[in-house]
């Protein structure tokens, strides 16, 4: 999506604005963001504004601009547009299952809606827990133009009361992402098309406040070879994964381009540059675009030899093969090596890939197959939500884990050590996934796990296993 805005905006003549949206903050961190950052520049994707730039239409992170959404949101409620919500997660909670119980889509009946100016102002005052919510016209339709789909029509009785202020007092995205298009003078807007089901809400947010609405364009998803969503759990979608497995940024951004759209001349080798002098939204194919691994990878090669010699042992060096990234495994290897030949088969798994798994490998460990499966899915589950990649936190993931499962933390880490190294015995098993990082662990996690073989009963079965785990964790503290 980055992409295709950035192009977009170039082919216009226009600025490309980078907001860090980060008003989520359980799940917003320094790293992440900073994982951004440095992800769109290894691909050349620049920014005329931003957090790191500046520009006249700052802050760039919506968690200082929490004032600005406050007092939008303020505004709603004194024209009302908008009203004060105190119920309790328990009424809402119970209001949705009869709801689904009924047959009926999930969505706020109204209740606070009837209170008097008088019990809310008294309510407020006594420092009562609420939100607000935005007001949906009760019956209708709202109309709007895509610029790649054409007229789209979707009842209001389909639309939910949203949240716009939570109980923290940060807003959600739909009020922020419309109070901040309007103020930072957004024209068009390319997104994703899980998002069209939402325009009703911003459409009514702009009109609401009397603004002029943006250009909406959405764009396909991408896919998995299933025809499924391209998400986490079934394919890497992490740009820092295909950056340490060796995929030049010039492939990437190229392949992402013929995600869904073509050149005129149909040539599959370009630029982010050349496919923004030939740019238009019509030749975006709104068939989902499935991607491919193995075209990635010989896109990847057309641009490897297309290097010079000396280019190419620049690229290298800089991916991998440097003095930096190197030192990193001298404490493993140093006490460990006899000959400087040894280093290579020491090392492979973690420079290179490990060799391909099959189910022959995992039956050396004392566990069954079975049991092994089950670690293998919760660990890569515990790991997905980990924050910090840190030794310790890899470790005491993995000893709560093979405590809560009645396993000899040699026996439970077994598959991980045929997971991540392809062998029986390695270099230290957490060492090797620090190195690795989260990116490359999780996805052999997940790689062995298919070559076990996971069924939908049997995804099932873990998905709950998984559950009562979680059940028996002490809650986490700040």
Not at 152 to 165: G, K, N, R, S
Not at 266 to 282: C, H, K, N, V, Y
Not at 353 to 364: G, M, N
Request: proline share 5%.
């Amino acid at each position: 999506m980055a992409l295709f805005n950035w192009v977009f905006a170039r082919s216009q003549g226009g600025e490309f604005i980078l907001r860090i949206e980060d008003t989520d903050v359980a799940r917003s961190t320094s790293e992440s963001e900073q994982l951004i950052l440095d992800s769109l520049k290894w691909l050349s994707i620049d920014w005329d504004e931003g957090p790191d730039v500046g520009g006249p239409h700052g802050p760039y992170r919506q968690s200082a601009r929490k004032h600005i959404y406050q007092a939008h949101a303020q505004q709603l409620v004194e024209s009302g547009h908008a009203f004060h919500c105190f119920c309790s997660a328990e009424r809402l909670d119970e209001m949705r299952a009869a709801q689904r119980a009924a047959g009926d889509n999930p969505r706020y009946d109204g209740h606070c809606l009837s209170l008097s100016a008088d019990e809310v102002h008294t309510r407020l005052g006594a420092g009562e827990e609420h939100v607000i919510r935005m007001k949906i016209p009760e019956t209708g339709d709202c109309v709007f133009e895509d610029a790649l789909r054409g007229q789209i029509e979707i009842p209001y009785a389909q639309v939910d009361m949203q949240v716009l202020v939570k109980h923290d007092g940060f807003p959600t995205y739909h009020l922020a992402v419309v109070v901040d298009d309007h103020l930072m003078e957004i024209t068009h807007i390319l997104r994703g098309e899980e998002w069209i089901n939402s325009v009703p809400k911003h459409l009514l947010l702009y009109e609401y406040f009397g603004w002029e609405a943006p250009v909406l364009c959405h764009l396909p998803l991408l896919r998995n070879p299933d025809k499924s969503k391209l998400s986490k759990r079934k394919h890497p979608t992490s740009v820092n994964y295909y950056r340490t497995i060796g995929i030049l940024p010039e492939a990437l951004t190229n392949y992402l381009g013929m995600m869904g759209w073509s050149m005129p001349d149909e040539r599959e080798i370009f630029s982010p540059r050349e496919m923004a002098d030939d740019f238009e939204l019509a030749r975006i194919h709104l068939g989902g675009p499935v991607f491919d691994m193995a075209k990635l990878s010989w896109l990847n090669g057309q641009y490897l030899r297309g290097l010079t010699p000396d280019a190419f042992m620049d690229r290298i060096q800089d991916w991998a093969l440097n003095r930096e990234n190197l030192s990193k495994l001298v404490p493993l290897l140093q006490e460990r090596t006899e000959k400087l030949s040894d280093l290579v088969s020491q090392v492979d798994y973690l420079l290179g890939d490990r060799v391909p798994l099959t189910p022959a490998d995992f039956e050396a460990g004392k566990a069954d197959l079975e049991t092994q499966t089950l670690v293998l899915d919760h660990v890569g589950r515990e790991f997905d939500a980990l924050r910090h990649w840190e030794r310790d936190a890899l470790f005491e993931i993995c000893q709560q884990l093979a405590g809560h499962l009645g396993l000899k933390i040699r026996d439970f880490l077994f598959p991980l050590f045929i997971a991540i190294s392809g062998r029986t015995v390695s270099l230290p098993l957490f060492d090797s996934m620090l190195f690795l990082g989260p990116d490359v662990t999780r996805i052999r996690i997940r790689e062995a796990l298919n070559v076990l073989g996971v069924s939908k009963k049997q995804a099932k079965r873990l998905e709950r296993a998984y559950r009562e785990y979680q059940s028996v964790q002490p809650a986490a503290s700040d």
